[in-house]
């Protein structure tokens, strides 16, 4: 199979009726630049900032940021990169800004985080723009958004940054930007945002845990843990309902984009761009080849009326071993 999906590299992820489904990297690491490049991905769909910043000593300075952004921004020159703000707090501590809580997962995190140290969030916004400065597909994404004003907020610090770099002389342009998904609360809030936003991006990962209320990462609990909950399918049907409703570009980063039995649910629920670690894009892009977007559209239904996660686990394996 190994030879077999390499051979797939330059080949679109199309289904046998013609849907094309874009498939892109998940990333954080210049070191997963060329693994990315390597497996096709077609751009970046999520750039974990907190990387950097996490094995830095220190918060990184406007000028060090640039130089990293804009190494992977040039690697996928006329893809796009999804760079999402700093989204710390919770399970992504930063060693020399230790945060204590109670309640991390519900605590001080994402663009919360961020909209409360201003001075750092503008210096990021800065460095991204200087970055792509006017060659390169920078959007940008936020994480953890609940509420209009943070939306707000985040458009007017961007409006400042667009405002000082153009006074300072550089040559850049407004990104495209848009938020994650994963907060329950911004579901219901979509169509209300949307002339705000130019695309969604769905957190599968918090945004199972946020509304199944467990701690995939907790031992005790983890094994209750499922993104196929038909919860979290019926909840991910509304989102996809919106999106089109509302032509907001749609797509999706969390695990669930890397799981073959989850793909076959969000290609039958209409999500055309999925984004993932890049190792897992060969495999995705066979299997969705080897399915028509009107069969996964009927095992999408079918799945959203069962009861329990696994038996629809057990229904989608039991799909995935009749295509090998
Ligand atoms: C998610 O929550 O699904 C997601 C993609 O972001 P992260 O895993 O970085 O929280
Ligand atoms: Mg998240």
Same mark, same amino acid.
């Given at each position: 199979?190994?030879?077999?999906?390499?051979?797939?590299?330059?080949?679109?992820? +199309?289904?046998?009726?013609?849907?094309?489904?874009? @498939?892109?990297?998940?990333?954080? !690491?210049? #070191?997963?630049?060329?693994?990315?490049?390597?497996?096709?991905?077609?751009?970046?769909?999520?750039?974990?900032?907190?990387?950097?910043?996490?094995?830095?000593?220190?918060?990184?300075?406007?000028?060090?940021?640039?130089?990293?952004?804009?190494?992977?921004?040039? %690697?996928?020159?006329?893809?796009?990169?999804?760079?999402?703000?700093?989204?710390?707090?919770?399970?992504?501590? !930063?060693?020399?800004?230790?945060?204590?809580?109670?309640?991390?997962? !519900?605590?001080?995190?994402?663009?919360?985080?961020?909209?409360?140290?201003?001075?750092?969030?503008?210096?990021?916004?800065?460095?991204? =723009?200087?970055?792509?400065?006017?060659?390169?597909?920078?959007?940008?994404? @936020?994480?953890?958004?609940?509420?209009?004003?943070?939306?707000?907020?985040?458009?007017?610090?961007?409006?400042?940054?667009?405002?000082?770099?153009?006074?300072?002389?550089?040559?850049?342009?407004?990104?495209?930007?848009?938020?994650?998904?994963?907060?329950?609360? %911004?579901?219901?809030?979509?169509?209300?945002?949307?002339?705000?936003?130019?695309?969604?991006?769905?957190?599968?990962?918090?945004?199972?845990?946020?509304?199944?209320?467990?701690?995939?990462?907790?031992?005790?609990?983890?094994? %209750?843990?499922?993104?196929?909950?038909?919860?979290?399918?019926?909840?991910?049907?509304?989102?996809?309902?919106?999106?089109?409703?509302?032509?907001?570009?749609?797509? !999706?980063?969390?695990?669930?984009? *890397?799981?073959?039995?989850?793909?076959?649910?969000?290609?039958? =629920?209409?999500?055309? +761009?999925?984004?993932?670690?890049?190792?897992?894009?060969?495999?995705?892009?066979?299997?969705?080849?080897?399915?028509?977007?009107?069969?996964?559209?009927? =095992?999408?239904?079918?799945? =959203? %009326?069962?009861?329990? #996660?696994? *038996?629809?686990?057990?229904?989608?394996?039991?799909?995935?071993?009749?295509?090998?």
């Amino acid at each position: 199979l190994q030879g077999e999906l390499g051979e797939l590299v330059d080949l679109p992820a +199309t289904t046998t009726d013609g849907q094309r489904i874009r @498939l892109l990297a998940n990333t954080g !690491l210049l #070191a997963d630049i060329s693994p990315g490049i390597a497996n096709g991905a077609e751009g970046v769909g999520l750039y974990r900032t907190e990387m950097p910043f996490m094995i830095s000593e220190t918060f990184p300075s406007e000028d060090d940021q640039e130089a990293i952004y804009r190494q992977v921004l040039s %690697a996928y020159h006329g893809k796009p990169v999804y760079m999402r703000i700093l989204d710390i707090g919770g399970d992504k501590p !930063l060693p020399y800004f230790p945060i204590e809580e109670e309640n991390p997962a !519900l605590g001080w995190r994402g663009i919360r985080f961020c909209l409360d140290n201003s001075s750092l969030l503008m210096t990021q916004i800065r460095a991204m =723009l200087r970055a792509a400065g006017d060659a390169y597909d920078l959007r940008i994404l @936020l994480p953890m958004v609940g509420n209009t004003w943070e939306i707000d907020s985040f458009r007017s610090l961007l409006s400042d940054a667009i405002q000082q770099l153009s006074d300072e002389g550089f040559a850049i342009r407004r990104p495209p930007m848009g938020i994650m998904v994963e907060v329950p609360s %911004a579901i219901s809030m979509l169509s209300t945002w949307a002339s705000r936003l130019d695309f969604i991006s769905i957190g599968s990962n918090d945004l199972s845990q946020y509304l199944l209320a467990l701690d995939r990462n907790n031992p005790r609990v983890a094994a %209750a843990y499922d993104h196929l909950h038909p919860a979290v399918l019926r909840e991910l049907a509304r989102i996809a309902e919106h999106a089109r409703q509302n032509e907001l570009a749609l797509s !999706l980063c969390g695990e669930m984009a *890397s799981d073959p039995a989850a793909v076959i649910v969000l290609a039958g =629920l209409g999500i055309r +761009t999925l984004s993932m670690s890049a190792s897992k894009i060969p495999r995705i892009k066979w299997l969705l080849r080897s399915i028509s977007a009107r069969d996964a559209e009927q =095992l999408a239904e079918k799945a =959203l %009326a069962m009861e329990h #996660a696994f *038996s629809i686990r057990d229904f989608l394996q039991a799909e995935l071993r009749t295509r090998g």
